[in-house]
């Protein structure tokens, strides 16, 4: 009698990760480069995520002070400079 693993999306996304680093042959270089390239996109994307965070914290706690403004400003700098270079480099 066989049994069978239930897999969990992160077993069959590394399933499937596995799969086309095996298909690349030569070219498993520029496939690292871009899972990491897109992974730090994600990363900066994320940065504009957290300034709405900053931005609403402060707006349910009745700060009205300029630094929830600030922080959410160089997160957003941050985010869209970073975004624009692993664009550049993907």
Known sequence: ??????????????????????????EKKNVYHSIWVSFLFAIFHM?????????VKAIVQKDMSMMPAWIALILLVISIIGRS??????
């Open 85 to 90: 270079v692993t664009n550049y480099f993907s």
């Open 47 to 55: 940065l504009q995520i957290s300034a709405i965070y900053f931005i």
């Open 1 to 26: 009698e066989r049994s069978y693993r239930n897999k969990g999306w992160w077993d069959e996304m590394l399933s499937a990760l596995k799969k086309i680093l095996d298909f690349s042959g030569d």
